[in-house]
């Protein structure tokens, strides 16, 4: 087992001062984020939704889609940041309206439980 | 070492970048095991990601950023987010420190090069991956090592973690194996001429009820990959002798049905087994092939589910209960909705009922007999409005008792539905609504009808015509429900905004594959089951199997019909021409069968 690179911690960016960041102020999305991680709820949800987007057929559409334009731009032209950014709003508009809806429950009665705010 | 993986490369095409190379070169594939101990499995299997704490959050270490992909650089750590074309925090990171070029995706324990912006392969580091999802399973030593070195950007040794599920070997059979299989088994007799699975049932004595519905049950398809699938297998069901085991005699009855043979079957086990589970109907007694339809999925249900452990556990769920998932639920379970509206405040109850079949009710007598509608014109075409043309709620037809069963029904006055906004006993308004399909519809028809003033049960003669292609969606709870607001979006029912939705055009339309029908008086009849395989209609007549046109079924009289889901049949039943047959029967409808003498009376199914 070889420790790696003890010098890289020499060239390491220093840890940013949050304070003195012109945007001080986390948006509301991020604050929800970052609640959703820390009760582990974002883990659930992200099973949940694997389930119901498998169910509903949605991943192999999005698979087709997604060899469909690989194949058209061939295999060797392509960069994952080209996939992300093509296929994003295509998977974002082909997602049931059922999904969305039992989805956008299950984040609103997780941030009406009291336990989450101080 | 390096040639071997150049080889291994190059056999998938695969050309890895230089900064991979240089960082191999540089430190070694044994380099990627250490990041072993920084992966751990995901949520589902086949997923892996970087430990964390429980509720650590991963943040880029310049902005903060703690959603979108993160990556963590393998040498030190350092996480930096990746958002083109505006900041990308993990590619400053590989600028300014040369070398520290490859970084892994903090979700998905992907590698990355920062420098190429784009995901790289490495075999190495897919095999630590694979490790560290096994490693749980061994016991786990990865776990105290994240305890000791928590990634948040300070010196943590960098571990390469290996993802990707087992690799995916096709099987082949052994010398071994491969001997069992010749000993064990025996080849089908191929018969082209005729459609796999049809044999006649011989009647065990006034057992033509049973006959009729296993044929339908045998030839219902998601039911027959079930057992064809051998998902239950009677050798190693838990629940065999004594216990009696419905699901393993059904077994025995499709395997005897599929072999190729076609003497006729006598299901005489199962009639013995049947016979136990539903005592109260047990003997020579002709039965009601409805009652013994409920009685069967009832006891499959019941005795089910032992040879798989997830199954086990819905043995607590209760009968008909729509998230039950053994095979017969799975099939045939579908919700129905019922609104009960009170008529003074017009507050609605609404309540879900599990159903493993449709009862329908003939309309009294009132001269309609004489609408006798042309079956080509009205059979094919759905909605309400055609069928107004012929008398109001006319239930000659299986579209008008499906309107009869969802029209709105005012409930008497001696039935007075306590309203919980009035807080009184109200005049109320039911109606019934489909609020689940289930995969196959079963339809019974009642014609047996039982008066308990003069104890009397009389069956009802009239014909009924039914569709082949049946489209349920005006009698689904989102149909109804929206034309009782007439179109508008009133309702606070958190449920019904998922309704729209819930069904796609497709899963809505369904196409006839079983018709049972009975001839005769209440207590001397006859039942018979027509099939519809490979395209052509097959009329089973206990041991006797003729092929018929489809004109005889039309005008046969139904009293059960079974529909599937249309997405369920296969193409190529659709592409065999459906028209005029060889064998021609022409004995009529009702053929010239009786049953065994001693003419004992009939159950009524009602």
Known sequence: MMPLCRRASVNRPPTPDVSNDKESEPTLQEIINVKLIESGEKERLKELLRERLIECGWRDELKAQCRAFTRKKGRANITVDDLVRTITPKGRAMVPDNVKAELLQRIRSFLLSDALWP | ?606
């Open chain 2, 1 to 606: 070492m390096g040639s071997k993986h150049k080889l291994r490369w190059a056999a998938e095409g695969y050309k890895p970048c230089q900064h991979l190379l240089a960082y191999r070169l540089k430190h070694g594939a044994e380099s990627f095991r250490v990041l072993q101990k920084c992966l751990r499995a995901g949520g589902t299997p086949g997923r892996a990601c970087i430990k964390r704490e429980e509720k650590e959050v991963p943040r880029c270490a310049s902005c903060g950023r703690a959603h979108g992909r993160l990556y963590a650089c393998l040498l030190c750590a350092t996480i930096g987010c990746w958002s083109p074309p505006e900041a990308p925090h993990a590619r400053l990171h590989a600028q300014t420190a040369p070398g520290h070029d490859l970084a892994v995706d903090v979700d998905r324990a992907e590698l990355f090069c920062c420098a190429c912006s784009d995901q790289v392969y490495d075999p190495d580091f897919d095999r630590a991956v694979i490790g560290a999802q096994s490693a749980p399973l061994l016991g786990g030593t990865a776990k105290s090592y994240e305890k000791e070195h928590p990634i948040n950007g300070k010196d943590a040794a960098d571990c390469v973690k290996r993802r990707r599920g087992a690799e995916y070997k096709p099987w082949v059979p052994t010398p071994g194996e491969q001997l069992a299989l010749r000993q064990g088994s025996t080849p089908l007799k191929e018969d082209e001429s005729l459609p796999s699975g049809l044999r006649g049932l011989n009647n065990l004595g006034n057992t033509c009820f049973m006959n009729s519905v296993l044929q339908a049950l045998l030839h219902t398809p998601p039911l027959r990959n079930y057992f064809l699938s051998d998902r239950h297998n009677r050798a190693i069901c838990q629940r065999r002798a004594p216990h009696l085991c419905l699901g393993c005699d059904m077994d025995t009855i499709f395997s005897a049905a599929f072999s190729g043979e076609r003497t006729p079957y006598s299901p005489a086990q199962f009639l013995y087994s049947w016979w136990r589970h539903a005592a109260n109907l047990a003997g020579y007694e002709q039965q009601d092939a409805h009652e013994f339809f409920i009685s069967t999925v009832d006891g499959i249900h019941a005795n089910s589910g032992t040879t798989s452990p997830r199954a086990r556990h819905s043995q607590g769920g209760r009968a008909g209960d729509v998230d039950c998932r053994c095979i017969v639920h799975r099939v045939f379970s579908g919700l129905l909705r019922s609104d009960v509206t009170c008529t003074v405040c017009g507050f609605t109850s609404t309540t879900y009922d599990p159903c493993v079949d449709i009862s329908l009710d003939l309309e009294p007598d009132i001269g309609t007999e004489k609408l006798f509608v042309d079956p080509v014109l009205n059979g094919e075409s759905g909605g309400r409005s055609s069928r107004a043309a012929s008398s109001a709620f006319s239930a000659s037809t299986l579209l008008g008792c499906l309107d009869r069963f969802t029209r709105p029904e005012r409930l008497g006055a001696n039935e007075k539905f306590f309203c919980q906004r009035c807080q009184t006993r109200q005049e109320s308004i039911k109606q019934m609504s489909v609020r689940k399909l289930p995969l196959v519809l079963c339809f019974h028809i009642k014609r047996f009808e039982h008066s308990s003033t003069r104890n009397t049960s009389r069956k009802v003669d009239r014909y009924v015509q039914f569709p082949f292609f049946l489209d349920m969606l005006p009698y689904l709870s989102s149909s109804i429900v929206r034309s009782r607001h007439g179109n508008r979006l009133l309702s606070v029912d958190s449920e019904e905004t998922g309704l729209p939705s819930m069904h796609s055009p497709f899963s809505s339309e369904f196409e006839l594959f079983a018709v049972v029908t009975h001839s005769g008086k209440l207590d001397s009849g006859h039942y018979v089951c027509f099939l519809r395989l490979s395209g052509r209609w097959y009329k089973c007549d206990d041991a006797w199997v003729t092929r018929v046109s489809e004109d005889v079924v039309r005008a046969s009289q139904g009293y059960m019909l079974y529909y599937v889901q249309k997405t369920l049949s296969y193409k190529a039943s659709d592409l065999l021409p459906s028209s005029t047959p060889d064998i021609l029967d022409k004995n009529g409808k009702h053929g010239g069968y009786s049953c065994v003498s001693g003419l004992p009376s009939m159950v009524n199914g009602v």
